[in-house]
Nanobody
Framework: QVQLVESGGGLVQPGGSLRLSCTAS????????MGWYRQATGKQRELVAR???????VYADSVKGRFTISRDNAKNTVYLQMNSLQSEDTAVYYC????????WGQGTQVTVSS
């Protein structure tokens, strides 16, 4: 069973930055796609960003230019660098991996508030 462990969430003021990490229990090169989703209270889970095995990435329009997804295959880790955070970014962020099956992390809370 694959485990995805997220870290890096927390409370940040508007305009601030956070970096989320997602470490997998096996080589991330085995996954076709990895990504980050988020779910705000009362809303559906939505894609934030995803990155494929050889590095190309896709972003939600709402985060383009502010968030960057990257991967470190040697560390089995995917990152989400979040800059210029806004209150609308407040949500639980989930790591996702798609390979032989779909895998999800437990989620990490990001709260943007003054």
């Amino acid at each position: 069973q694959v485990q995805l462990v997220e870290s890096g969430g927390g409370l940040v003021q508007p305009g601030g930055s956070l970096r989320l990490s997602c470490t997998a229990s096996r080589s991330i090169f085995s996954f076709n796609t990895m990504g980050w989703y988020r779910q705000a209270t009362g809303k559906q889970r939505e894609l934030v960003a995803r990155i494929v095995r050889f590095g190309s990435s896709v972003y939600a329009d709402s985060v383009k230019g502010r968030f960057t997804i990257s991967r470190d295959n040697a560390k089995n880790t995917v990152y989400l660098q979040m800059n210029s955070l806004q209150s609308e970014d407040t949500a639980v962020y989930y790591c996702y991996a798609q390979g032989d099956s779909d895998y999800w992390g437990q989620g990490t809370q990001v709260t943007v508030s003054s």
